[in-house]
């Protein structure tokens, strides 16, 4: 099992960044983005799920209203659009997987999780 982050990078404030998640090896019912600043400890960002039935998305209200994450099943990919982005959104991004439902994706147990891809948001 693999997931492999790109995307990351330096952009301005008030910019946009889109990170991706490529995961290969299982099929996940959840997967989400989580993010970790210097200092600071690891927080949940977004989730999704794969069923079109079920709840699909959730969002941290840090991040609510400004970034979008979508899913691709076929190719077993997730994105994360992520605009009007603030220094505060500085951190290194992980994408994590799980392979059943959860009610709750933030504090849900995670089964893989990518080696992260750094945002950094200057001021």
């Known amino acids: 099992v693999q997931l492999v982050e790109s995307g990351g990078g330096l952009v301005q404030a008030g910019g946009s960044l889109r990170l991706s998640c490529a995961a290969s090896g299982r099929t996940f019912y959840v997967m989400g983005w989580f993010r970790q600043a210097p200092g600071k400890d690891r927080e949940f960002v977004a989730a999704?799920?794969?069923?079109?039935?079920?709840?699909?998305?959730t969002y941290a209200d840090s991040v609510k209203g400004r970034f979008t994450i979508s899913r691709d099943n076929a190719k077993n990919t997730i994105h994360l659009q992520m605009n009007s982005l603030k220094p505060d959104d500085t951190a290194v991004y992980y994408c994590a997987s799980r392979l059943d439902p959860s009610a709750d994706y933030e504090r849900a147990r995670y089964d893989y999780w990518g080696q992260g891809t750094q945002v950094t948001v200057s001021s």
């Open positions: 999704i799920s794969r069923s079109a039935f079920s709840r699909s998305a």
